[in-house]
């Protein structure tokens, strides 16, 4: 009984004299006030959910200033902070504002945030179904879907059919501002992803390179290798009587070129975008317009900055149907 007790004090003076070591001091307390032009609601179910640990205003439980749990928690909310951080709402232009909404609700729909191991000790920051419906339906209302005329629709047909067919090509393009030179045969590539930014009513398409594509099937995309190439074709959504969703008008294709050492102070990749059918580069008027596509993606940093999960392909899904 008494190496017990010994045993007992021991272990007890260890967890007390851990107490001495304390993590880097970050600021925890600076209020971060409501975002603004965001409905009551949804501020509410944003802070109890996700402030703690994007925004400089954090509130600790008594659980997370012991050591050494203080250490990850310290290590958790500046890395969150680094990714996404609500204190600068206010800063940021509406498109990126919408956009980070369109994120954080993709982010709860796929499980991943808040983290399970967070919430699993934090209960007040677990959304319910209703939580989750509240954001959805917000997200939907920073561009209602409306149902598109008898006259749009045919024109959308039309010009998508010619797209397919090849027939919207132009015999030269001008390089982007930043000398990015355009991909006429992107539409020779493998689709790998669809995306729905119902956040602006588009819908977008994303072709792989060989070199992506090879990196898809080597599981070798975090980070992805030098050479890749990505093309985002961008159309306005349209909307039948009956609230389906299809192609609408061809809005934009954009490319993202992975070079690490070339592009080292664009975050490894080069950026660019051809606006309408007649492809015009865009940026011409807007110095380093890159950054908006770094700004845009920055939620994403810690997956290379690509948004992009790669759907299986056709030949992989072979592969797992034979095992």
Known sequence: MKKK???ILVLLAGFVSL??????KIDYGTKTQNLTNVPKEVNTILRSSCFDCHSSQTNLRWYDKITPANFLVTSHIKEARKVLDFSQWDSWPKAQQNSTIYYVINKVLSGEMPLPSYA???????????????????????????????????????????????????????????GQHYFP??????AI???????NGTMRIIFGNTIA??????????PWPDGTVFAKTVWKQQVQKDGSIFSGEFLAVEFMVKDAKKYSKTKGWNWARWKGADLKP??????????????????????????????YLISQLKKIQTK
């Not at 149902?147 to 629709?153: H, L, T, Y």
């Not at 594509?213 to 975090?222: E, F, L």
């Open 5 to 7: 007790n010994k045993l």
């Open 19 to 24: 107490q001495f070591f304390r993590p880097e």
């Open 120 to 178: 699993a000790v934090h209960s007040s920051a677990k959304l319910n179904q209703e939580q989750i419906q509240t954001l959805k339906n917000y997200a939907l209302s920073l561009a209602p879907r409306k149902a598109s005329g008898d006259s749009q629709i045919k024109e959308a047909e039309e010009q998508y059919n010619s797209w397919v067919k090849g027939e919207l090509k132009k015999t030269h393009v001008e390089d982007a501002p930043n």
């Open 185 to 190: 045969d992107y539409r020779n590539w493998k």
């Open 193 to 199: 992803s669809t995306t729905d930014r119902f956040d």
């Open 213 to 222: 594509i090879k990196a898809i099937q080597d599981h070798k995309v975090n």
């Open 282 to 311: 865009y940026g011409g008027d807007t110095p380093n317009f890159e950054q908006e596509c770094i700004q845009c993606h920055k939620p994403v940093a810690n997956r290379d900055y690509v948004f992009t999960s790669p759907l």
